[in-house]
């Protein structure tokens, strides 16, 4: 079964795997960049950097 969906614009939702780009521990807010790109954040590191991402036009999400 191979569904050819590479389709990298479809929000995959965060897996336990996922960690904080800050530090180690698991992911819980996705934050992505005007630019394309993609940070994760651990709970304690998007409340840090949350303002400043919001305000550089950053959308976070779970
Ligand atoms: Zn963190």
Do not use: K, N
């Not at 614009?9 to 897996?15: G, N």
């Amino acid at each position: 079964m191979t569904t050819t969906s590479a389709t990298p614009a479809v929000h995959v939702p965060l897996v336990r795997h996922d960690r904080c780009d800050r530090c180690t521990a698991s992911a819980q807010v996705r934050a992505v960049l005007p630019s394309g790109g993609e940070l994760l954040f651990c709970g304690h590191h998007a409340r840090a950097h949350g303002p400043r991402l919001r305000e550089v036009g950053a959308v976070l999400g779970p």
